[in-house]
């Protein structure tokens, strides 16, 4: 081939791909581009902008807004990836100097229910621990909800806004802004307004544990805890834990298993109801657990999510309710 047509077939080859590049959605769903000439996110249809294949590739239903339909299965490396990274990335996880773990008495029968355990859990905590930008924000939501099933939840003003500002704390933060990147490149959700409007329903939306009332929330059970028959249920976080014992209401029985990163089965009495089994992870921030949970209710839900942080077998178990809401999420030591 004579070397001017060899370039021009070159000049050619390249052309169409710099059009492609600014004319197609491909790797574009959701996304605002100044630069570009036609646009792939929800508000492209309102301006006339889209690009030809907007409705082909980001949303095959033809409503524009909507999340892509085609969705990619999320495997345990890319979920393995994603942990790595945010245990690199939560700056507001606690290093080891701030608190201090004692384990104390091994459960051997786990039944009986015994404190084995004369010392608290927690100790040397220092004051700045348990405040921060996303932690402060997590605890104004621990005293927002009635205990005892089938008590309906109140669903105030000052509720919705402490959500949100939580919401607002957390989307700050590199640990929430790289599980979206994970979900969204996976098709889940075509801009952070839709994943922040699922991260509210998900864990805040009421639903009925009893009688039929709205008393409890996928975030009650999980972060804060329950009483339902007599037994504690739920109730999988550290800081919670950790006010709790400081204040009186909680009495540590003993641990039954540990696991590395930072994991502890353990047992205790929470004003006065006991709670068998617990799994926590502790000096994690607020968001990195949300979005391991959340991460492993869209991959895995109502079942056993396995992955690794840093080379070490992990793996949570998230629960549904009522066939289609998240019911409970937790480490599964």
Known sequence: MPAKVFLTLLVAIVTVKAVNA??????????????????????????????HDYLTVCNPGGRPGEAPVTKQPILSRDI???????????????PGMMYSIRKQSRITHLFRRRDTAP???FSNVLPAALYGQTITPFRALL?????????????????????SRFLEAIFSTDVIQRTYNLLHNKG???????????????????????GGVLDSSAFEHTFVGEMKNGAVTGFHNWIQFCLQERAGNLNYYGYTREKQPNQLLLQFNWLGQVKTLSSIIHGVSPEFELALFTTCYIARPNNLCRFKINDRNVAIRTWTHEGDKLGAAYFYV
């Open 80 to 94: 393995s990836r994603l942990a790595d990274s945010l245990w690199a990335a939560d700056s507001n996880r606690l």
């Open 143 to 163: 005293n927002n909800y009635e205990r005892s099933a089938g008590v309906p939840e109140r669903n105030t003003i000052t509720k919705q806004r402490e959500i």
């Open 119 to 121: 010392k608290s859990l």
């Open 22 to 51: 600014v004319t197609s959605c491909r790797d574009r769903c959701g996304n605002f581009d100044r630069a570009s000439h036609c646009q792939c996110n929800g508000a492209c249809a309102r301006f006339g902008d889209c690009c």
């Open 188 to 210: 889940h959700f075509a801009s952070q307004t839709e994943f922040k409007d699922f991260l509210n329903a998900t864990w805040f939306g009421l639903y009925s544990r009893s």
